[in-house]
């Protein structure tokens, strides 16, 4: 079964600056999918940047990257030019290729951004 | 578009009585989920359905819970009877699951219900 995990739970940024989530996963397949969700205190589920595993090239959206390393099945995301609005729960979600496949979630990371 | 809907936004209800969960996922999509997320577990997939047909309910927690998808525009999940451990927020996604081109198969989340069990 595939597994995600966040371990820290929560981390501090000051605003401005860069600050980098990490996420490992652990699975037997060889293509899949990687997202980093985002869940202010609205609740609502954002998705902030995704990876398909079998492209090499890190993705990017905007002041959103990732540091995608297969072999090490890491995960991570770095956060450029933090702003307060970018406070909120952090959540890295792994899925098999394939339609009806699921999204597995870590548990999360609470970033607080500090002004 | 307006998004994945949930209704009721917040319930509140005694420990016994049952409790109905209402999603309306995005005009076209053919996949519809049913998340569960404490603060002690997380996110959990409870039930995934494709076409209106559960493909998955292997993360539902017992017989209490049940969902139905008796459409492609609206979704139940039941509880009955409630108990108290069963107050978390309840999250409907939906998304266009595609078995060629692009399969991100995003899915779109609702705004949640907060459900409170006393």
């Known amino acids: 079964a595939q597994t995600v995990t966040q371990s820290q739970p929560e981390m501090s940024v000051q605003e401005a600056e860069t600050v980098t989530l990490s996420c490992t996963y652990d699975?037997?397949?060889?293509?899949?999918?990687l997202f980093w969700y985002k869940q202010p205190p609205s609740r609502q589920m954002i998705l902030v940047i995704r990876q398909e595993a079998y492209k090499q090239q890190n993705a990017t959206e905007n002041r959103f990257s990732v540091n995608f390393q297969k072999a090490a099945k890491s995960f991570s995301l770095k956060i450029s030019d933090s702003q307060l609005g970018d406070a909120a729960m952090y959540f890295c979600a792994y899925r098999p290729t394939g339609a009806n496949s699921k999204l597995t979630f870590g548990k999360g990371i609470t970033l607080s951004v500090r002004p | 578009d307006a998004g994945v809907i949930q209704s009721p936004r917040h319930e509140v209800t005694e420990m016994g009585q049952e409790v109905t969960l209402r999603c309306k996922p995005i005009?076209?999509?053919?996949?519809l989920f049913w998340y569960r997320q404490t603060m002690m577990r997380g996110l959990e997939l409870l039930i995934y359905f494709n076409n209106n047909v559960p493909i998955d309910d292997s993360g539902m927690p017992e017989d209490r819970f049940s969902a139905k998808m008796p459409n492609a525009s609206f979704s139940t999940l039941k509880i009955q009877p409630s108990e108290p451990r069963d107050s978390a927020v309840y999250f409907c996604?939906?998304?266009?699951?595609?078995?060629?081109?692009?399969?991100?198969?995003?899915?779109?989340f609702g705004p949640g219900t907060r459900l409170t069990v006393l």
């Open positions: 996604a939906s998304s266009l699951a595609r078995t060629s081109g692009d399969s991100y198969n995003e899915q779109f």
């Open positions: 005009s076209g999509h053919n996949s």
């Open positions: 699975t037997s397949e060889s293509d899949y999918y």
